[in-house]
């Protein structure tokens, strides 16, 4: 109720453990205040919005992204940090409007480059896709933004003398490792996570590669021919592996806390071969741009035979033409193998040098 205050009466009204106070001519203007003041208050809360805050989203796209290679899940975990600094945590997220994407996609652009503002804009639409199908969005702020011009830059394809180089200081395992890599044009996660019993098959001379690089992160699979020189070196390998208790093919064997463990936990060792043979940093993924450019210098294998090759899903638009295609890469594996011979993959070469280092250090024993 209001009360007298000086010449004029406190109208007050607490709502939610919130007070809410006006001050009226009237007793009776007061009152009609307080009443007026707790319908709206009981009406705003009816319209609420309901949809969650930014964090909550961002939280559970998040924990939906880890179905996604480590790469994609860390784009999109950086780009949830980047919105919840621009936008705020408790932000509603229907109230995210594309005025507001366009400022920050601009001003990712202006501090990072065009081309990340490119891939948050990627990553904010398939964000607001699972939005849409899992959490029951009906908006979708982004359906009018546009990407920003970007000349991609041309991109490091190391020389066949320095490819030779690095060959050169490798251990045995690193050599078959990265003979492996080459032969078969394959990403670095598919050689990584390759087991004798599930992947290996001697009997048909195939390679079975696995790779996360789908629509829904699951995992899709695609047969390689093994040629002889690699058949070769993975069949010594199977014959001499240091741990035969292990279901990996390539196990670390330096001394340390990952000794024994999948050659994952090595996945930088290339970069410290570069630096070893005294040629330019490059990474495996320039090594797969090595493979496509020999194969194409060859031209004696289609386009479409190299991107099988190397499992570029965009290009196998039904498992009916995957399956077409998979019996003609036995050529592009034999030119592989071909050209790539004066790098020194070949099978002898690999299983002398092994030979000899394993006796060397079982005389040094």
């Known amino acids: 109720m209001p009360y007298k205050e000086g010449n004029h009466y406190r109208a007050k009204v607490t709502y939610r453990g919130r007070r809410y106070t006006a001050k009226k001519a009237t007793k009776r203007e007061a009152i009609a205040w307080e009443i007026r003041k707790l319908k709206e208050l009981k009406k705003s809360e009816k319209i609420l919005p309901s949809g969650p805050d930014l964090l ?33 945590p408790s932000f509603l997220v229907e109230d995210i409007t594309p005025e507001m994407i366009q400022a920050f996609l601009d001003k990712q652009a202006e501090i990072r480059s065009n081309n990340a503002s490119n891939k948050d804009l990627k990553n904010l639409m398939a964000m607001f896709t699972y939005g849409r199908k899992i959490l029951g969005f009906d908006i979708d702020p982004l359906k009018d933004i546009e990407r920003r011009p970007h000349d991609r830059r041309p991109q490091y394809v190391p020389p066949i003398d320095d490819v030779k180089k690095v060959f050169a200081v490798t251990t045995p395992a690193e050599r078959i490792f990265l003979n ?7 990403r670095r996660s598919e050689i990584f996570r390759l087991t004798w019993n599930d992947d290996i098959n001697f009997e048909r001379k195939k390679i079975r590669l696995g790779s996360r690089k789908t629509r829904d992160g699951s995992m899709k699979y695609r047969l390689v021919d093994m040629n002889p020189a690699l058949f070769n070196v993975l069949s010594w390998l199977w014959e001499n592996r240091a741990f035969p208790n292990s279901p990996y093919v390539f196990v670390c064997d330096h001394p340390g806390q990952h000794y024994g463990k999948p050659f994952v936990y090595r996945q930088r060792f290339l970069s410290r071969l ?38 570029h899903a965009n290009l ?11 019996d003609d890469l036995s050529g592009a594996v034999e030119i592989l193998s071909d ?27």
């Open 56 to 88: 909550t989203f961002c939280s559970k796209y998040t924990i939906y992204a880890e179905r996604f290679t480590n790469k994609t899940y860390d784009e999109k975990r950086a780009l949830c940090k980047r919105i919840l600094k621009a936008w705020g």
């Open 180 to 186: 492996c890599y080459v032969q078969t044009g394959a």
């Open 274 to 311: 570069c630096k070893k043979a005294g040629v330019k940093p490059f990474g495996f993924h320039a090594l797969r741009r090595f493979v496509a450019s020999v194969l194409m210098d060859s031209k004696k294998v289609s386009l479409k035979e190299i991107q099988m090759l190397l499992g």
């Open 316 to 326: 196998t638009t039904t498992e009916r033409y995957v399956y077409n295609l998979q």
């Open 339 to 365: 050209t790539l011979s004066e790098v020194d993959f070949s099978a002898k070469r690999h299983i002398e040098k092994a030979h000899d280092e394993k006796g060397a250090n079982r005389d040094n024993g």
